[in-house]
T-cell receptor, first 111, second 115 residues
Framework: DAKTTQPTSMDCAEGRAANLPCNHS???????VYWYRQIHSQGPQYIIH???NNETNEMASLIITEDRKSSTLILPHATLRDTAVYYC????????????FGKGTTLSVSS | EAGVTQSPTHLIKTRGQQATLRCSPI?????VYWYQQALGLGLQFLLW???????NRGNFPPRFSGRQFPNYSSELNVNALELEDSALYLC??????????????FGPGTRLTVL
């Protein structure tokens, strides 16, 4: 079973920031938080991951709370092409650990 | 840099037949993972190969099998196809077991339809 809880769906206006929350209250000390997204019928796309510090890359920012029980993925300027299912996954840094995908959040970006 | 590639894009088989799906990992990646995404069931882990060996498998029957070749490409074989095997089969690759970072990068998938 997935160890994360995400809202089923969210809407965002084009050009605005999209903030996608994720609860992972049972996360262990060595587990990372990963975010992937899947655009309809395509393979999942890696977005970002972090342990306890906030992380930023060219796609998004990841904000992890101090107690590490929740996190937020931020897409700073959402575009129509960001419409996808977003998955929050926790996993230990153990090679070969399978990604356990939950149901994710369906983000709909509209103009 | 080329990403993970999979072939064929679509595959149509009938019940009882065998299907073979192929995956080429990102250059430099030695680990290959297979996932199944059936309609309404989400992504389910199938198999993990590294350095030519099967390292782990998910909760799937033995008729799901595969192998990894010396060039790190991989095949997934599904024998005695059943209707419920219809799904999108996704391959992912990552750096090997000795790597500090081993994020998985996915291919576009093979859509298998069993009639």
């Amino acid at each position: 079973d997935a160890k994360t809880t995400q809202p089923t769906s969210m809407d965002c206006a084009e050009g605005r920031a999209a903030n996608l929350p994720c609860n992972h209250s049972t996360i262990s000390g060595n587990e990372y938080v990963y975010w992937y997204r899947q655009i309809h019928s395509q393979g999942p796309q890696y977005i970002i991951h972090g342990l306890k510090n906030n992380e930023t890359n060219e796609m998004a920012s990841l904000i992890i709370t101090e107690d590490r029980k929740s996190s937020t993925l931020i897409l700073p300027h959402a575009t129509l092409r960001d419409t996808a299912v977003y998955y929050c996954i926790v996993r230990p840094p153990v090679p070969g650990t399978a990604l356990i995908f939950g149901k994710g959040t369906t983000l709909s970006v509209s103009s | 840099e080329a990403g993970v590639t999979q072939s064929p894009t679509h595959l149509i088989k009938t019940r009882g037949q065998q299907a073979t799906l192929r995956c080429s990992p990102i250059s430099g990646h030695t680990s290959v993972y297979w996932y199944q995404q059936a309609l309404g069931l989400g992504l389910q882990f199938l198999l993990w190969y590294d350095e030519g060996e099967e390292r782990n498998r998910g909760n799937f029957p033995p008729r799901f099998s595969g192998r990894q070749f010396p060039n790190y490409s991989s095949e997934l074989n599904v024998n005695a196809l059943e209707l419920e095997d219809s799904a999108l089969y996704l391959c992912a690759s990552s750096l090997g077991v000795l790597a500090v970072y081993n994020e998985q990068f996915f291919g576009p998938g093979t859509r298998l339809t069993v009639l």
